[in-house]
């Protein structure tokens, strides 16, 4: 048995609404862009929802969230994150009054978790702008769209200010750079897109972070609101210089939007990227002062890390929308993300080093095909020990960074129940704790059956990490 982690951290699981909701035009919401990429990031947009498209209907969640809950609770969740769709609460963005059906929902659901004293940890902008905003305003290449979150954010915020004390800004916003469309709802075409235009957009959003910071603690000074990055550690392929200049080039394309949430500003590095870039962004003193409003925490999704190299004929495509060169001492999980426990740990330093602000794990988690089977009880399961291998090896690193000094609030695991894919749109690449019957050709009964992780989960709940080895 291995060593406890901290009194009070806070174990659970992570969702967003786009990916499990489902009831895409239920009780007033309006269209968000998701509903109209039912192949996922590398797919094309199409002009109405069609019935390939798996987040339509997701895992029915809207409908189910109080069975869900419950099974939750039954692993003894301390928290769970889950994100409000901005489209239930402004169907199109940019209206005068917000949707009482869609807050209610929102309401009915903390009502939920409160019921089993669940800690909510909200994601305010999770991959899913209102479709309006992307058509009409071209995302956030336009300034307009900081007025909008404006008004989203203090309509939440003041409805649950008594009932919500974590929150999280925008989901994985450095990948805007490669998502432009289902990270920042830029309506023109990626191809066609300058980095000018990307860090653009990518500053109004910096803005509008900042702003939802500031407003957050005007309402409620105990709210605890953090930034959330796609963390990605970059190692150098190679000792040459050359390589660990690039590594230090490459993870500075990340860190440089922590950098701004944590510090307040932009880091002078970024000075020569822009200059060498051709890029003169649009900066008012008014957007200086709000970047000042600096985040209470750091959190960040960690799925597998990447290798740099000077050697641009090595580099390839890679999974989770990073660009980067296999690691010759890792192995892959069936989408070829590459599968690196210490990495987590290695993160976990360099960002208590670099901000001394808290951290929280938001997302980690192995996708892969999962087999439901009937066990000698009768009853339907999966038996994923692959997934509590990769679970277990990347909590015990958890584990150590936090002997190394780290301070995190907790970790949450992506997908605990099962959902539909962001980058895929697929629901064959399962990541939770319960598998939900549904599949890509939109069979199944949507019922929720308990894999071998969910005990194992549990387990290490009830123990406090006391039970990993």
């Known amino acids: 048995m291995g060593k406890r982690f901290p009194e009070g951290f806070l174990w659970g699981g992570a969702v967003a609404a786009n990916q499990c909701e489902g009831a895409y035009n239920e009780d007033g919401k309006g269209l968000s862009i998701q509903d109209l990429a039912p192949k996922g990031i590398y797919g094309s947009i199409t002009d109405e929802p069609t019935e390939d498209n798996m987040k339509l209907i997701g895992i029915d969640f809207y409908h189910r969230y109080k069975e869900d809950i419950k099974l939750f609770a039954e692993m003894g969740f301390k928290v769970f994150r889950f994100s409000i769709a901005w489209s239930r609460i402004f169907s199109n963005g940019d209206d005068k009054e917000a949707n009482e059906k869609g807050l209610k929902f929102y309401d009915n659901l903390l009502d939920e978790l409160e019921k089993y004293g669940i800690e909510p940890l909200i994601t305010l902008s999770h991959y899913e702008t209102p479709l309006a905003l992307a058509k009409n305003y071209n995302g956030w290449t336009n300034r307009k769209l900081i007025g909008f979150f404006e008004k989203y ?17 925008f989901n994985e916003i450095n990948s805007a750079l490669r998502a432009p469309y289902s990270s920042a709802a830029i309506w023109t075409p990626k191809e066609e897109l300058s980095l000018q235009d990307l860090y653009q957009a990518m500053h109004h959003e910096l803005v509008a972070s900042a702003l939802a910071v500031k407003i957050g603690h005007e309402i409620n000074s105990d709210f605890k609101i953090g930034c959330m990055i796609l963390g990605t550690p970059i190692y150098p392929l190679t000792p040459n210089p050359k390589d660990v200049l690039k590594a230090l ?102 960002l208590y080093d670099r901000y001394e602000k808290p951290l929280f794990i938001v997302e980690n988690g192995l996708g892969a095909v999962d087999e439901l089977i009937t066990d000698e009880n009768g009853n339907k399961t999966v038996n994923d020990d692959y997934r509590i291998k990769y679970l277990n090896d990347h909590l015990i690193q958890v584990r150590e960074a936090i002997e190394d000094g780290v ?60 039970s990993l080895v």
């Open 153 to 169: 954010v203090k309509t939440v915020f003041t409805r649950y200010k008594d009932r919500v004390k974590y929150w999280l800004t």
């Open 249 to 350: 080039e490459n993870d500075r394309e990340s860190l440089f939007f922590a950098d701004v949430h944590a510090r307040g500003k932009y880091p002078r590095y970024m000075n020569r990227f822009f200059k060498e870039n051709n890029i003169s962004l649009d900066i008012t003193p008014e957007d200086e002062e709000i970047l000042k409003n600096t985040v209470d925490f750091i959190s960040f999704s960690y799925y597998m890390s990447s290798c740099a190299t000077a050697d641009i004929s090595k580099v390839e495509g890679e999974g989770n929308i990073i660009a980067g060169v296999p690691n010759p001492y890792l192995e892959a999980s069936e989408w070829g993300w590459q599968i690196d426990p210490e990495g987590l740990r290695y993160l976990l330093n360099t």
């Open 407 to 466: 301070e995190i609030i907790g970790y949450t695991t992506w997908g605990c129940i099962d959902l539909v894919s962001f980058t895929t749109a697929e629901l064959k690449k399962r990541y939770g704790f319960i598998y939900v019957d549904r599949h890509d050709d939109g069979t199944g009964s949507l019922e929720r059956y308990k894999k071998k992780s969910f005990y194992w989960y549990k387990k290490v709940i009830e123990t406090n990490g006391e």
